[in-house]
């Protein structure tokens, strides 16, 4: 159902309610997500985005109901995979002959998904669309936010900036806009989404701000392509943005842990009390992977200026959460963060030093050569790590 949002900008995406997990099971949408899509009604109609497949039929209902599908002038794709571009298969079939303005990358990503040789028209920043009533469309190539083929387009005249996935959060809303929304949850799943997603191109979300910056648009609205849309306090978001790209952290410190039978456990929570000691200030933040949510595990890592990895040594190794934690973590490759290693180990003990060496390998600033404990921890070793805790406190 079209929600109008300004002047002759409409809302046209589908509430997600139910959806519990995005990019396959690789993310947690414990709050839904929708799918954002718009439609302008100037001279010309023009539809940036569509919806997710499984909607695509609902879509195709409620679009004809706010315009003949014959009046629509052009489709705008800034991003072809296929939470926006799902419906566009049924869309093209119905009006085959309209321009389709996306990237050239975009252009690849849409043969790409869909084999069709849709009436595409490539476009560059800075080229623009007039549609009418003095209103232009202005494209800006937003590579690697998070896609190759990503674009923003800005809507001159009611100023307003379609982000894509950018400035985006996986929340069902029918609020349409920021403000309106719970704050506590739209915090959540604000920083959730660029620690999980934006987060590995931070490089180009700083050049990106600062090329935005110096374009000197009026910027009114940034409509998302997924959750609530800002219009207040934009300035704010930009400058959340800006931060974010930038080697974040908070005065926190995250332990992230699995264990087999409790030792490493232990160790895990004696190092937390001696950080406590040395520290009263500090959030500290206790995870074990393999029961924790693994986005709320980067999110919390994300968020923190270092990080303490447990694991014990099993099959000369670490156990095979804290493998796929660090793999997650080279991935989402966050900045400026410090780190060390732990863990129990009853004969050889790789794990620690395996863990030590990826820490380095991806990028974190590893402090020292962590604790291991032979064994099930004793009062004495539980001691020592409470010491340690104190020491890494100083450290980081
Ligand atoms: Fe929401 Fe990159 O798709």
């Given at each position: 159902m079209a929600q109008k949002i300004k002047n002759n900008v409409y809302w046209m995406g589908k509430v997600?309610?139910?959806?519990?997990?995005?990019?396959?099971?690789?993310?947690?949408?414990?709050h839904g997500s929708t799918y954002n899509?718009?439609?302008?009604?100037?001279?010309?109609?023009?539809?940036?985005?569509?919806?997710?497949?499984?909607?695509?039929q609902e879509f195709m209902r409620e679009l004809p109901k706010e315009i003949d599908l014959r009046k629509i002038d052009a489709v705008i794709a800034n991003h072809a995979e296929v939470d926006h571009s799902g419906a566009m298969e049924d869309l093209m079939r119905s009006i085959p002959d309209v321009p389709v303005y996306c990237t050239p990358n975009g252009v690849k990503s849409l043969k790409g998904h869909y084999h069709k040789d849709w009436n595409f028209k490539p476009v560059r920043t800075g080229d623009t669309l007039d549609i009418g009533h003095g209103k232009k469309l202005v494209f800006i190539e937003a590579a690697m936010l998070h896609w190759p083929d990503t674009m923003f387009t800005y809507l001159t005249g009611d100023n307003i900036l379609f982000s894509?996935?950018?400035?985006?959060?996986?929340?069902?809303?029918?609020?349409?806009?920021?403000?309106?929304?719970?704050?506590?949850?739209?915090?959540?799943?604000?920083?959730?989404?660029?620690?999980?997603?934006i987060a590995p191109w931070s490089k180009m979300v700083d050049a990106k701000l600062k090329e935005i910056a110096a374009m000197r648009l009026p910027i009114e609205m940034i409509c998302t392509s997924h959750g609530a849309?800002?219009?207040?306090?934009?300035?704010?978001?930009?400058?959340?943005?800006?931060?974010?790209?930038?080697?974040?952290?908070?005065?926190?410190?995250?332990?992230?842990?699995?264990?087999?039978?409790?030792?490493?456990?232990?160790?895990?929570?004696?190092i937390a009390r001696g950080i406590?000691?040395?520290?009263?200030?500090?959030?500290?933040?206790?995870?074990?992977?393999?029961?924790?949510?693994?986005?709320?595990?980067?999110?919390?890592?994300?968020?923190s200026k270092a990080v303490l990895v447990g694991s014990p040594s099993h099959n000369k190794c670490m156990?095979?959460?804290?493998?796929?934690?660090?793999?997650?973590?080279?991935?989402?490759?966050?900045?400026?963060?410090?780190?060390?290693?732990?863990?129990?180990?009853?004969?050889?003990?790789?794990?620690?030093v395996r863990m030590s060496a990826i820490l380095k390998e991806i990028g974190?600033?590893?402090?020292?050569?962590?604790?291991?404990?032979?064994?099930?921890?004793?009062?004495?070793?539980?001691?020592?790590?409470?010491?340690?805790?104190?020491?890494?406190?100083?450290?980081?």
């Open positions: 997600d309610w139910q959806l519990r997990r995005f990019h396959g099971d690789e993310y947690s949408t414990n899509s718009y439609l302008i009604k100037e001279e010309k109609s023009v539809l940036i985005d569509t919806v997710w497949a499984p909607y695509s894509n996935d950018a400035f985006g959060q996986h929340l069902a809303t029918d609020k349409i806009f920021a403000d309106l929304a719970d704050q506590a949850t739209l915090r959540e799943e604000d920083i959730k989404y660029y620690a999980n997603i849309c800002w219009r207040k306090d934009i300035g704010k978001v930009f400058a959340k943005y800006d931060a974010w790209a930038n080697a974040y952290q908070e005065n926190r410190i995250c332990i992230i842990y699995d264990s087999m039978w409790g030792g490493t456990r232990a160790m895990a929570e004696a406590r000691m040395a520290d009263g200030e500090v959030e500290i933040i206790v995870h074990s992977l393999s029961k924790s949510d693994k986005n709320d595990v980067m999110t919390d890592i994300f968020r156990l095979s959460s804290v493998a796929a934690a660090l793999e997650e973590m080279r991935g989402l490759a966050f900045k400026g963060k410090k780190a060390a290693a732990f863990g129990c180990y009853g004969w050889s003990g790789e794990a620690q974190y600033d590893v402090v020292d050569d962590g604790i291991k404990n032979v064994w099930e921890p004793d009062g004495p070793a539980l001691d020592a790590c409470v010491e340690y805790g104190k020491a890494f406190a100083g450290k980081v």
